[in-house]
């Protein structure tokens, strides 16, 4: 696609339930990245891919945080038993090349509320 | 902590004044960028600054890189209330690690 795709663009589930967070890179980025940000503050890595492969999921905040990607293209970032301090902006990115190297590409997020 | 120190943390200017924006970081770095973040959407890349560079222009915007210093600052002349937004400074870390890391930004308000 033209952009980084990510849905749904807003999600509200009730403490305890299970979400999926989609993210759809552009074409042909090999890596790919999940972000948090909670509100009003900067950004917190969680993982990152390269290809379907996950070098470093070191940000994942706790077993209840999973994440995969397939035919190195789509990711799902799933959030099983969810709290409410989950409440957050949940960003993806892409990038065409390995890590260490250049920009990243946003999508617009996924706002997860909790109650 | 994964946040570097941006400051100041808002700043409220007059539109066609100039804003200036600070970076610290305590790594070595690869590179540099600043980020923009309208108001609940995604972030947008605004400019990248190698290591072995002292200034950077694009625009309206001129980055520089102090890396004695361990720092950066980005400067938006001229600014426009269109600039409203958040800017945030990110940095590979220049070891093994994947992650590209954030500052915690600096909430720019453009009055008209």
């Known amino acids: 696609g033209a952009g980084v795709s990510q849905s749904p663009s807003n999600k509200v589930t009730e403490k305890g339930k299970d979400v999926e967070l989609r993210c759809d890179p552009i074409?042909?980025?090999?890596?790919l990245y999940w972000y948090r940000q909670s509100l009003g503050q900067g950004l917190e890595f969680l993982i990152y891919?390269?290809?379907?492969?996950?070098?470093?999921k070191s940000g994942l905040p706790s077993d209840r945080f999973s994440a995969e990607r397939t035919g190195g293209s789509v990711s799902t970032l799933t959030i099983q038993r969810t709290q409410q301090e989950d409440s957050a902006v949940y960003l993806c990115?892409?990038?065409?090349?390995?890590?260490?190297?250049?920009?990243?590409?946003f999508g617009e997020g996924s706002r997860l509320t909790v109650l | 902590s994964q946040q570097g120190e941006e400051d100041p943390q808002a700043l409220s200017i007059q539109e066609g004044e100039n804003a200036t924006m600070n970076c610290s970081y305590k790594t070595s770095i690869n590179n540099l960028q600043w980020y923009r973040q309208n108001s609940g959407r995604g972030l947008v890349h605004l400019i990248l600054?190698?290591?072995?560079?002292r200034e950077k222009h694009s625009g309206r915007l001129r980055v520089t890189l102090d890396t004695s210093k361990k720092s950066s600052s980005l400067l938006i002349t001229a600014s426009r209330a269109a600039d409203t937004a958040s800017y945030f400074c990110a940095r590979w870390r220049r070891d093994s690690s994947y992650k590209l890391i954030f500052g915690s930004g600096t909430r720019l308000l453009v009055r008209p």
């Open positions: 600054i190698r290591s072995n560079e």
């Open positions: 891919f390269q290809g379907n492969s996950a070098p470093d």
């Open positions: 990115a892409s990038s065409p090349g390995t890590a260490n190297t250049g920009e990243l590409f």
């Open positions: 074409s042909g980025h090999t890596a």
